[in-house]
Each structure stands twice: as structure tokens, then as C-alpha cells.
């Protein structure tokens, strides 16, 4: 009888044991060497029967992705809110926002609100702490419980106390949103008020025959400018999109690639302006007008890097969450079961008016601001456009005033 070749330490029927080994094929099983160095520690790996590829996580569930559900949704609906797109507000629109059916359309659209959205998730929290107190109340008074375990009331007055503090405490907090609201709105009214005006000069300064090609750049440039801003501020803007039927290729890729956007584009106003044929007070009136657009900058970073005070803001979320928790059992003894609608309807109101303080704390995207860029791009190109008619216009006048007059300066009588 000849021996085998091979050694076989393990014997077929024995698999060494791994908390991963899954035999597809039992009848096809083949010895495996023993491993060299021996583990005392086998790790435990739980997965779902939805999923049993550990490399991909993102389909396991448990207990923190199920409690997470509600949130991320909210967020991501408001999230998707926040880029959506303004629209500047025209005569019809007013009418209707002023409507005496608005009431009725605001409460008909509150499912589709991303404000009521992202109230849900402490909404139903705060109504849940406040069923399960109200349960646990009405089952130690029927003594359904131990007599050991109390009743969870309170007394109203610390709360009578607190109420004015939390109400002064949300306004301040909206009140500085707003402020800063209205510092955004009025930087991009300033940025785009001087985007006009700086075309303006540029189309009446420059000559067409000297510098055409000078003046048709820079006019490019600045129309580029407020484009160039807006996606420096709002957040998944695509560039390259916006700015591609307004500068040439060249140019278009030297902004891709600089790493502030709209300060690249002013360096291109600024060194074109070095090229203009232009006197020195026109050239020195035109440069002052990039100051503002510096400032513009500096203010719209400003904002954007800088929010009200972290501490004032945690102030207010803690204040509200330890209120909301203790509601329900301040109103126990005056409402009972009435204390679960009680703290739905304020936790509902007050979260909303903080919420409204959080979206307003970053101005920009609630602002217009693609609807101003095409308006500033609007009427730069309608001011090129009728720049001849113009001209022509204005020239024609001064001929028939100056065939009106006669040489020594008096004007001259049609005879009859």
C-alpha cells in the first residue's frame, strides 16, 4: 500500500472553525492547512439578512440608522429647499402675496414647506416623551405600578419665571438672523447697483474704434463679476455652467483655476483698464468703482465665515429642549392627558420661530441672487445694444440746435 504524498493534519469532516466560513458546496469539501499561528480571539460579526456583504455598510440596519431616518430625511428636504431657486418679486406677485387668500394657501402648503419639515423630527420626539409621561402618570395612579413609584407632577411657577427669559431669547436670536438678513441683501444691492453703473462708464468712456476689443472684454469681465460672487456663496454651484456663455475659453479657464473666483475676475477689470486709451480721471473714476466691489467681498465672507456667536445659538437650542422635556409634567395636574397636543402645538411654534432664525442666519441662499446676475447681464447687454441708437439719437439733436442758431448766437427767425 502506498502512502499518500500529502499530510492531512485536519481530516475533510473538520473544517477549521472562522466566524466567516460558509460552505457553498458541503459534498466538495477540501483539507486546508492549519493555520500557523493560532487566534484565542474570534471577532463577532452581526449583519443583516438584507445584506450579507460586510463591504457594503450602508445597507446595515440598526438601531441608530432607524432613529436617524426621520432627521436625515428632514434635512434633506430642506436642504433641497435651500437650493431652490428665487424669483425677484414683480407686480403679480405682490398682488398675490398680499392676497386675502393667502392664509388659506400658506396653511394648504405646509406639508410641502421645509420649515414644517424640519419641525417634525423634534415635534414627534417632544410629543413621545410626553405620551410616555402622560402612561406612565395614568398608570401609577391606577395603581398599575408599585406604590413606590411617584407621580411626575410640578409646580407651574418656575415656569411662569422662565417663559418671558425664552421669549426674549428666541427674539434676540431672530432679530440677529435678520440682521444679518438684511447686511447680505444690502451688499448685493450695493455689488449690483455698481455692476450697472461701472458698464455704464466703460460704454460711454471707452471709443469703439481704439479699444473694441478692450471694451468688449472688460464689459465681459464684469458682467462676470456678480456671477462670479454668487457661486463663491451658495454652496453645489456649477461655475463653469454660469460663466461659459459669458467669457471667452481662455479666460474662463485662468478663473476655473485660481482659487478665489471673483477676486481673479477683478484682476482682469483692473489690468484691462491699465490698456484703455483713457485720461487719467476717467481711468482713476473707474478704478475707484473696483473698491466697492472689494468691499462687497470682504462683506459676503464676512457673513459667510462668521455666524451669531456659537454660544448663543447652543443657549437657545438647550433652553428649548429642557423646556419641551419638562413640559409635560408641569401640566400634568391642570390638563392630564391634554398635555400631549399641549406640548405638541408648542414645541411646534417655538422650534419654528428658531428654525426660521437658522435659515435666515446665512442670507444668500434666500436671496435672488441668479435672478440679479441676470439682470445685471440683461442690462449691460441692452445698454451695447442701443449704444449706437444713442449716439445717433443725441448727435442728430445737437445738429438742429446748432442749424437753429445763428452765428452771432442769437437764434434765428423762420420766415414766414
Not at 1 to 28: D, G, H, I, Q
Not at 326 to 339: G, K, M, S, Y
Request: aromatic share 8%; with cysteine.
Amino acid at each position: 500500500m502506498s502512502k499518500s504524498p500529502f499530510v492531512t493534519l485536519n481530516p475533510p469532516s473538520k473544517p477549521p472553525f472562522s466566524s466567516n466560513f460558509t460552505p457553498k458546496n458541503p459534498l466538495k469539501l477540501l483539507p486546508s492547512p492549519l493555520p500557523s499561528k493560532l487566534t484565542s480571539k474570534f471577532p463577532l460579526k452581526i449583519q443583516s439578512l438584507n445584506s450579507p456583504d460586510p463591504q457594503n455598510p450602508s445597507k446595515t440596519l440598526n438601531l441608530t440608522s432607524i432613529l436617524r431616518s426621520l432627521p436625515d430625511w428632514a434635512d434633506q428636504v430642506q436642504e433641497k429647499g435651500m437650493r431652490k431657486k428665487r424669483d425677484l418679486y414683480t407686480h403679480k406677485k405682490w398682488v398675490e402675496h398680499r392676497s386675502s387668500l393667502r392664509h388659506v394657501r400658506h396653511v394648504m402648503s405646509s406639508l410641502s414647506s421645509r420649515v414644517v419639515v424640519s419641525l417634525l423630527p423634534p415635534v414627534v420626539f417632544f410629543t413621545s416623551v410626553a405620551v410616555f409621561i402622560s402612561g406612565y402618570n395614568t398608570a401609577v395612579t391606577m395603581n398599575l405600578l408599585p406604590e413606590f413609584f411617584p407621580v411626575l407632577r410640578g409646580s407651574t411657577l418656575p415656569y411662569q419665571l422662565t417663559a418671558p427669559a425664552l421669549a426674549l431669547l428666541l427674539v434676540f436670536r431672530t432679530e440677529a438672523s435678520y440682521s444679518r438678513f438684511e447686511q447680505g441683501r444690502q451688499a448685493w444691492t450695493k455689488v449690483i447697483a455698481v455692476t450697472s453703473d461701472l458698464a455704464r462708464e466703460v460704454v460711454a468712456y471707452v471709443d469703439d474704434l481704439n479699444d473694441g476689443v478692450l471694451k468688449r472684454s472688460i464689459l465681459q469681465y464684469i458682467m462676470a463679476f456678480p456671477i462670479a460672487l454668487k457661486c463663491h456663496l451658495l454652496y453645489d454651484s456649477d461655475i463653469r455652467r454660469d460663466l461659459q456663455s459669458v467669457l471667452d475659453a481662455d479666460d474662463l479657464a485662468v478663473v476655473l483655476s485660481s482659487k478665489h473666483r471673483p477676486n481673479c475676475i477683478i484682476q482682469f477689470i483692473s489690468q484691462t483698464l491699465q490698456l484703455l486709451s483713457l485720461d487719467e480721471p476717467k481711468r482713476n473714476a473707474l478704478d475707484l468703482k473696483l473698491s466697492s466691489f472689494h468691499e462687497g467681498i470682504v462683506i459676503c465672507d464676512q457673513i459667510m465665515g462668521t455666524p451669531i456667536p456659537l454660544s448663543y445659538t447652543r443657549l437657545t437650542s438647550r433652553f428649548l429642549v429642557l423646556w419641551h422635556l419638562t413640559l409635560p409634567i408641569i401640566l400634568w395636574d391642570d390638563c392630564h392627558w391634554i398635555v400631549v397636543p399641549a406640548t405638541s402645538i408648542s414645541a411646534a411654534s417655538l422650534f419654528c420661530i428658531e428654525e426660521v432664525g437658522v435659515l435666515i442666519e446665512e442670507p444668500f441662499p434666500m436671496l435672488a441672487l441668479e435672478e440679479l446676475c441676470k439682470a445685471a447681464c440683461t442690462n449691460i447687454q441692452d445698454a451695447i445694444a442701443t449704444q449706437k441708437a444713442i449716439q445717433m439719437q443725441v448727435s442728430a439733436k445737437m445738429k438742429t440746435c446748432q442749424n437753429q442758431h445763428s452765428t452771432n448766437g442769437w437764434p434765428s427767425r423762420n420766415k414766414t
